[in-house]
């Protein structure tokens, strides 16, 4: 079986192998927490065995609804935000033709409920105007503001467009079991809808209906992304010196002991911009906490070694780089020779596009090294379903691993809601009357 792959003798300058094994016992407990739900957050590990505990009519019944909606609409759009949005959007984009908007192919799959811009809403509402689409509407707590506003658009302008039976058929809610606005509209109109397990978090669901959903309904294969990610839940599944998940999480929360505060997780392939969007989220909202925790941060590189470039190899030395390597391409392009040479590039001339982009991977990570930014490199053998299934599972296997090496809980989000009681006392949220008073004395401009 080929497996994505993890390398971290580039760290070796930085800390020593024992900085790395000092952290051992501490692995080992927080796989013995996970697996025996006796750590914190223990309500919250559904994810742990959702590739092999998923049945197969389920994943059917997704595959089913999928064809539905993509027998029947030119565009459906994903509303979710969170963990509700981004693992479909990374999986999604990592696995599509760059340029298939422009191709005309359908469904197009797009996204809204991930911000509240009135822009983006107005423009999207505009180029749905006259055409087949449907919504698959995403929120675990049904009651996430900026999902519950598109949602609310999208439906009447859907509604509008083709009545609301035509309507109900093609919106599909996935969202809490029993609990919630969401459930309780989608069980008064008589929405499809799937269920998000109540001990899976958001950010630890892309692989139950809330990413794979919009992942088959954009084409892909699920099937293939589940075996992937059964595949890495079966081979991370006991503490041993091979287990990669406990590899990465131990050398990264060394790094950080040694006072590498910011990780930032790097790529050579554009494809993977919204994976690095995903993993911010995973890490960033599993261990920011108890004022603790690494940064999170991404570059899309080559682009970024000309922008951000210069601070990586110069800047302050608190960061380290998790390199994501895709070792096959989809394509073939060959760089011609030109009798005229004026841009110089015949010594590359008949060389693979992707040599370069390799060489750059190359000489970059060596620069970093030699410059005091250790490395760890993953290996992903193409950006198929199965390859990403693992890549999934390994950091969110990592990430509880990690998340209790730390010693936090890994599972909860409390600082989230600081923004959100700001927010509803700001509009005069009924039942935030007080907080409205409070927080008027508190602005300044
Ligand atoms: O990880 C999380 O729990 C959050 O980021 C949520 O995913 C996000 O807030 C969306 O929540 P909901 O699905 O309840 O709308």
Redo the contacts with the bound molecule.
Sequence with gaps: MKAIKVNIKNVLGSISEADINNLDAVSVDAIEKLHKGSGLGNDFLGWLDLPSRTPTQEIDDIVTTANNLRANCEVVVAI?????YLGAKAVIEALSDTFAAYRGSTPQVLFAGQNIGEDYLYELMDYLKGKKFGIVV?????T?TE?AIAFRLLKEQLEAQVGKAEAAKRIVAITDAKRGALRQLATEEGYKTFVIDDNV???FSVLSPVGLLPIAVAGYDIKALMQGALDMEKATATHSVDNIAEIYAKTRNALYRAGKKIEILVNYNPKLHFFAEWWK?LYG?SEGKDHKGIFPASVDNSTDLHSMGQWIQDGERTIFETVISVEEQQHEVVIPSDEANLDGLNYIAGKRVDEVNKMAELGTRIAHVDGGVPNMRITIPALKEEYLGQLIYFFEKACGISGYILDVNPFN?PG?EDYKRNMFALLAKPGYEKETEAIKAKITE
Excluded: D, H
Excluded at 80 to 84: E, T
Excluded at 138 to 142: C, L
């Design positions: 979710g935000i969170g963990g509700s995403i929120s675990k707590s049904g996430t999902p978090g958001g950010r989220q909202e989000q989230v």
